[in-house]
């Protein structure tokens, strides 16, 4: 039987205080992580962002949502491209 190596990459998070969003989206790409997850609390207000592998994905929203948060996957491209919070972490 044959054992994948595989390197677990710790997810990086990013908060209002963490400087721009757009380069925490491009540095997480950069090292090589495939989705961002929007970290939401019970009040719906952005509690910070996500990086992580897709590996890693599962664990992640185990970890918050035993927090009581929420959060909205988007795959990094789509993130980069398209956004989802701009509005809220603007204002």
Known sequence: ???????KQEPIIWD???GEL?????ISRMIGLTHIIYVI?????????????????????YTFSNKCYFGRVQNIENAIRYGFMDDVINN
């Open 1 to 7: 039987m044959l054992k994948r190596n595989l390197k």
């Open 16 to 18: 209002k205080e963490n």
């Open 22 to 26: 757009d380069d925490f989206f491009e």
């Open 41 to 61: 609390d019970a009040d719906g207000e952005l509690n910070s962002v996500w990086a992580t592998s897709t590996e890693d994905l599962i664990e992640c929203l």
